[in-house]
């Protein structure tokens, strides 16, 4: 289930990069230190474009609610994943804010997500532990959860939101 995963340097190890995971590794900056993963309610495919507007929304929030009127970005990379049990979800790397502890941000993400229309809460349950995660800033972790998130990114990159980001 994706929102158990913890990635960890075997993921990297086990299998062949793909050329868009070699390519989508040099938007990782390393300053980024959080892993999310956040998903939405049913069992059918959103298209990257229908889900492009809520991930839009959910950073707007955020952004505001971490630098108020200022027009400070939150550096990321999200990728667009589906299964069978989990159906639609996003994976993201980012730099939280550096004046934000790791609980607090990780409190205004879930606040903003679950406010948001038809996203919900299916994946941050308190016990779960794996819908956010720090990333330690070393190059073993930074190839690591890189490689998980872009595992299956498409030859066309259209699962890749570039259009909220």
């Known amino acids: 289930m994706a929102d158990d995963f913890e990635f960890s ?14 390519e989508l590794r040099k938007m990782v900056d390393s300053d980024f230190n959080i892993f999310i993963t956040l998903g939405w309610p049913g069992t059918y ?20 609610k971490c630098f108020g009127r200022k027009s400070k970005k939150i550096s990321r990379l999200i ?10 979800h996003i994976h993201m790397v980012l730099k939280k804010p550096d004046d934000k502890s790791h609980e607090e941000f990780r409190k205004i993400v879930k606040n903003k997500w679950q406010k948001l229309k038809e996203t919900g809460n299916r994946n941050m349950a308190e016990k779960s532990k794996y819908w956010f995660q720090e990333i330690r ?15 299956c990114v498409k030859s066309d990159y259209s699962t890749v939101l570039y259009g909220a980001m």
């Open 9 to 22: 340097q075997e993921y990297t190890v086990e299998h062949k990069k793909t050329p868009e995971q070699i």
């Open 45 to 64: 495919r959103r298209d990257p474009l229908a889900v492009t507007p809520d991930v839009i929304e959910f950073f707007k929030h955020v952004e505001s």
């Open 79 to 88: 990728t667009l994943e589906y299964t069978e049990k989990d159906a639609t």
């Open 137 to 151: 800033n070393t190059e073993d972790d930074l190839n690591a959860v890189t490689d998980y998130i872009t595992k």
